[in-house]
């Protein structure tokens, strides 16, 4: 093999310490996380263990408070973490954004007495989320859901099923957003439900093309009940909180995009610089080369994207317009750049012997999952010339 294999990405941290997360992350991801990976997907097995030792490092609730367990990180190192892990395995930097994801509503809108009680166990005791807005025929209308949560003396029986929930059945605690009024987004409220809640059942995980190891199921509330000091703000406030936890999780999506995106590159450079044809490396190729320039510059670009956004974020800016457009290039340039790396090492980028192709297979969801990239640009237009007249 050739000793010119590329390098770990050159990070702009902000702290000491968080150069310090960057390089545990990375320890942990090149120990325990990428040596299985491939045997696991193949395999379909759900990494647990690898969920309770990221819990146990206090890396589940980088984004949140630290006096409820979080670590106090801003986005743009948590966001980094997120590609780290991603670029290991989809399955774990996809699920840390998604269990991130479950506990953005407690942690913005809930009360004290509420996040005192229940935020500790969900950012470091060890717990996983999901979160429950999709539903079998509300997907990009989010605001059309049918699954109901009514009034029964000092708590709520919620009906309904969910659709496409990651962790669907695996997770500890589902933050559920039900309607409590009438139609339309204002009649939307959001619930803290516990995962082994009475008349809470999950489906058979569906069968994906990717992300085999990460189960993707439709949830089942039959008369769930849950007291009312498990319903999250107020009541109808529901999809403005959803709609603030989506900003968030699509820059986690980007930030994974990033991370399987440059796996795929660093897969195919390596083997650019090692496979030899008519004498000469193939990456001496003139047409190689530049395909390997313009992934690498797909890569960084989507890279400034997201922590631009980021950096908005944490400086209590608005950053919805930015997280749409970072979600949109960075899932966009992930499919580019897996497809270019299944195309540089030819016939055995084909082949399971090589990560790329799987790799290319989970970039594709990306694209999908919290807004379509077809809502993404409708979002960002939006933004720039105002709600659609009809």
């Known amino acids: ?36 990976a491939a045997d696991e997907e193949d395999a379909g097995k759900f990494p647990r263990a690898i969920f309770t030792l ?39 930097g996809l699920g840390v954004s998604v269990h991130s994801l479950s506990c953005h509503g407690l942690a913005g809108y809930g009360t004290e007495e509420q996040q005192k009680a229940h935020l500790p166990a969900m950012l470091g005791g060890g717990l996983l989320g999901a979160y429950c ?40 605690f589902y933050t559920v957003l039900a309607r409590t009024g009438g139609e339309g987004p204002k009649g939307i409220t959001a619930f803290l439900v516990p995962g082994d809640a009475e008349g809470l059942t999950a489906a058979v995980p569906e069968k994906k093309m990717g ?16 007291p009312d000091t498990r319903r999250i703000g107020e009541e109808g406030q529901g999809f403005t909180i959803a709609l603030a ?20 590159l660093d ?39 997201y922590l631009a956004a980021a950096r908005l974020r944490d400086a209590g800016k608005p950053f919805s317009r930015q997280a749409a457009m ?37 970039a594709k969801v990306l694209q999908i999952v919290e807004g379509t990239n077809q809502i993404q640009r409708m979002v960002i237009a939006r933004h720039l010339a105002g709600p659609e007249s009809r």
Request: net charge negative.
């Open 326 to 362: 970072a979600k949109l290039f960075c899932t966009d340039a992930a499919m580019a750049v897996t497809t270019d790396a299944v195309q540089v090492l030819g016939g055995y980028g084909y082949t399971a012997d090589f990560p790329v192709e799987r790799l290319m297979r989970e």
């Open 267 to 305: 897969e195919a450079l390596t083997y650019a610089l090692d496979r030899k044809q008519f004498g000469h490396p193939i990456a001496d190729f003139q047409g190689l080369r530049f395909m390997l320039a313009d992934m690498a510059t797909k890569i960084e670009a989507g890279r400034a994207l």
């Open 211 to 226: 992300m085999k190891g990460s189960p993707t199921a439709q949830l089942h509330f039959d008369g769930v009940r849950v």
């Open 54 to 92: 990221l819990s146990e490092a206090g890396l589940l609730g980088l984004p949140y408070a630290g006096e409820y367990g979080g670590g106090e990180q801003p986005y743009e190192v948590y966001l980094q973490v997120l590609e780290e892990l991603a670029a290991a395995r989809l399955t774990v």
């Open 245 to 264: 936890a989506l900003d968030a999780g699509r820059l986690g999506i980007a930030a994974c995009a990033i991370g399987v995106a440059q796996a795929a």
């Open 1 to 36: 093999m050739t000793d010119r294999a590329p390098q770990p990405v050159d990070r702009q941290l902000p702290t000491e310490e968080s150069r310090d997360l960057l390089a545990l992350v990375r320890e942990i991801a090149q120990r325990e996380i990428r040596p299985v």
């Open 133 to 172: 807005l999709s539903e079998p025929a509300s997907g990009s209308d989010a605001a059309s859901l049918t699954t109901k949560a009514v009034r029964d003396g000092d708590g709520w029986v919620i009906t309904g099923t969910k659709a496409w929930i990651t962790h669907g059945g695996v997770a500890d």
